[in-house]
């Protein structure tokens, strides 16, 4: 069971290019998170998906965008990056919400030079 | 003031000691997640809950709604327990995570 699966785990950018950080999960799950970690920080959310076809903007959306036309599939683009957009991207899944248990992908360290 | 706190922020220890880290919020809750973030970087969920205690192996979970407070605790410490601990809290009536700054658990053979 492969779980949350991100790729890729690491990226270099430079400034101004665009990117995507995949997202698949093969639970089923209908809830989709997209967190960044900065040194220090606690996680911050990006943007998150209830269900198919259906996203919202979390605290941090800036920068961002995402799409889910799958249950599946929850990809996070970064148009024109920045450095302010270096940083640890985690992708999460849970079945029904924040109040169940949370799955976590391995982490896509990106930096922007 | 950050709405959740963790203390403390790094800790280091002997195998085989009690550990305690120690997680204080100041808004309304529903639920409490404490995560394991490995130093490979992936985070697993190890306990959510929102009242009392709960116990898993070696580690146990307490919280106390009424004084916002949560510990979690490892006994019989190993140097494989090293990672960093996350609090993250279940705002009340929101489906909304905020999330502690995490403790850095070291335990030395």
């Known amino acids: 069971n492969a779980g949350v699966t991100q790729t890729p785990k690491f990226r270099i950018l430079k400034i101004g290019q665009s990117m995507t950080l995949q997202c698949t999960q093969d639970?089923?799950?209908?809830?989709m998170y997209w967190y960044r970690q900065d040194p220090g920080m606690g996680l911050k959310l990006i943007y998150y998906?209830?269900?198919?076809?259906?996203?919202d903007k979390g605290e941090v959306p800036n920068g961002y965008n995402v799409s889910r036309s799958t249950t599946e599939d929850f990809p996070l683009r970064l148009e024109l990056a920045a450095p302010s957009q270096t940083s640890v991207y985690f992708c999460?899944?849970?079945?029904?919400?924040?109040?169940?248990?949370?799955?976590f992908g391995e982490g896509s360290r990106l930096t922007v030079l | 003031k950050n709405e959740v706190e963790q203390s403390p922020q790094n800790l280091t220890a002997q195998e085989g000691e009690f550990i305690t880290i120690n997680c204080s919020y100041s808004?309304?809750?529903?639920?409490l997640h404490w995560l394991q973030q490995h130093p490979g970087g992936g985070i697993v969920s190890l306990f959510m809950?929102?009242?009392g205690k709960k116990k898993h192996g070696r580690l146990i979970a307490t919280i106390n709604i009424q004084e916002k407070h949560s510990s979690l605790h490892i006994t019989a410490s190993h140097p494989r327990d090293s990672a960093v601990y996350i609090c993250?809290?279940?705002?009340?009536?929101?489906?909304?995570?905020?999330f502690g700054q995490g403790t850095r658990l070291t335990i030395n053979p």
């Open positions: 809950l929102s009242s």
């Open positions: 999460a899944s849970t079945a029904w919400g924040v109040t169940g248990e949370l799955f």
């Open positions: 808004v309304g809750i529903s639920a």
């Open positions: 993250a809290v279940v705002i009340q009536g929101a489906q909304k995570l905020v």
């Open positions: 998906s209830v269900g198919a076809g259906i996203t």
């Open positions: 639970m089923n799950h209908n809830y």
